[in-house]
């Protein structure tokens, strides 16, 4: 059933490292997007915290594959990115599709950082001011270390949807994983065996990528109790 | 004691919308002054102290911190002016994620006051003082409440602090550990620091206070050396207050 594998691994090697490129992208874009929205959002100035409402409900609101057409489309209109082959994709698609997943991903990873930042009590902020230190010292190094140690899980879930997710840039032509499979499915005229082959991959891909989380939980967990 | 008042506070109203919690507040501390507020809960005590290094957002009146206003001041004045009030909080409030010496001496690196060096330096005289000096790498977690509130204390010292503001410092502590912060407060007391207390501990603010002010309602409603509050007073609230609690 497997046997087309001796011929086409190099294909889904070359998919697989494609959908690693563009997921790492995706969450370091992602992460930082987040941030920059969790600011605005918590921002006392209305006008700043609206605009992040606002792109945390569209993003939210539609679906991934339509952003990233619509990332893709509008990009290419404005941005020249060379058209040079890079795993099999042009970068001028690579590119504007990952910052896609990116865009996409850091309306779900600013509420998260909200979510552990309000989870950490307001006595934190007040010793860190109390000492006279700037309300954004205290955030970036007293709130945020302790509230990114409280949403460890939470991220690990949105970094591993994203890897999955990131099989949407097949409709912008990007031969990631997905895109690869169906490929091969279709010299084959059976796409089954092919497919299996890709759930394989992005299975281990996440699996990877949770123990992953789970080593630097249990880092960050272990520092707390410490005891002298 | 020189007769220098370091903190001044003059007409101080507070209000959240129409529910006016602090009203007609005014006093001075001295260098050196011990001042306590005592009084029933809700009676506006926390929220005083709280104004004096502006955690309470607006309000109206002055405080003025050695001649200069806070209200209204610059956010780069009042982070100045909050530099030189060291607070302790009923909660603790350590950072969970720095050990017992880099609680004490982040701030003095952070905001340049002290060099890596120095600050290190400081902090071990300071757990000296407090009587943890064995705890300067342990994590706020594994330490006792009591433990705790000592190294916050330190904590604020660290700062050279001219004030010191303790707000209910041995409220969430058990019984048998608020003596060790007690003493740490009174050897502080001795040494000459000037401090604003909000306490229920009532033998130790007749022990420590030069003036108690006493608050009820947002107002303070009786003033005086520990003599006069806590035998002296004919003020009705004081004497119905004091016979609740001691």
């Keep these: 059933m497997f046997d087309f594998l001796k011929q086409y691994y190099p294909v889904f090697l070359e998919g697989t490292a494609q959908t690693i490129l563009i997921s790492i992208i995706g969450i370091i874009i992602g992460i930082l997007l987040g941030l920059v929205f969790v600011m605005l959002r918590l921002s006392k100035i209305k006008v700043l915290s609206y605009i992040a409402r606002v792109y945390i409900a569209i993003v939210r609101g539609t679906p991934a594959m339509i952003q990233v057409m619509l990332i893709y489309y509008t990009l290419s209109n404005v941005l020249a990115v060379p058209q040079i082959q890079f795993l099999g994709s042009g970068l001028d698609r690579v590119i504007p599709g990952s910052i896609a997943l990116g865009i996409n991903s850091g309306a779900y990873t600013a509420e998260i950082f909200r979510s552990g930042i309000i989870s950490i009590s307001k006595g934190q902020t007040e010793a860190g001011i109390s000492l006279g230190l700037s309300e954004r010292t205290t955030m970036f190094s007293i709130v945020l270390p302790q509230a990114i140690r409280n949403i460890l899980p939470a991220l690990g879930n949105e970094f591993i949807s994203l890897v999955k997710e990131s099989s949407v840039l097949f409709y912008i032509g990007v031969q990631e994983v997905t895109a690869e499979a169906l490929g091969v499915g279709g010299t084959l005229y059976n796409f089954v065996p092919p497919l299996i082959v890709a759930a394989a991959i992005y299975f281990v891909l996440t699996f990877v990528l949770s123990q992953l989380m789970q080593i630097v939980e249990k880092r960050m967990g272990r520092k707390y109790t410490q005891s002298n | ?246």
Excluded: W
Excluded at chain 2, 162 to 172: N, Q
């Design chain 2, 1 to 246: 004691m020189t007769s220098e008042n370091i903190i001044e506070v003059k007409n101080l109203k507070k209000a959240y919308a129409d529910n006016v919690v602090l009203e007609d507040i005014s006093f001075t501390v001295k260098k050196s002054e011990k001042v306590v507020l005592i009084g029933p809960s809700g009676g506006g005590k926390s929220t005083l102290l709280r104004c004096l290094n502006k955690l309470e957002g607006d309000y109206s009146g002055n405080v003025i911190f050695e001649g200069e206003d806070l209200n209204g001041a610059s956010t780069d004045k009042i982070r100045t002016l909050r530099q030189k009030m060291g607070m302790v909080f009923q909660q603790f409030n350590l950072f969970p994620n720095k050990t017992v010496l880099e609680n004490i001496t982040f701030a003095p690196i952070k905001l340049k006051v002290a060099t890596s060096d120095e600050a290190k330096e400081h902090a071990y005289m300071l757990l000296e003082q407090v009587g943890l000096s064995e705890k300067a790498n342990a994590y706020p977690q594994s330490l006792s409440g009591g433990q705790q509130q000592r190294v916050a204390i330190a904590r604020a010292l660290a700062m050279n602090p001219e004030v010191m503001l303790f707000d209910e410092p041995t409220s969430a502590l058990d019984p048998e550990v608020v003596g060790d912060v007690l003493s740490v407060m009174e050897k502080l007391a001795a040494d000459g620091m000037t401090m604003i207390i909000v306490t229920h501990e009532m033998s130790f603010a007749q022990n420590v206070a030069d003036k108690v002010l006493f608050m009820d309602k947002g107002k303070i409603a009786d003033s005086g050396n520990p003599k006069y509050i806590f035998e002296e007073s004919e003020n009705m609230r004081t004497k119905s207050f004091l016979s609740k609690v001691m």
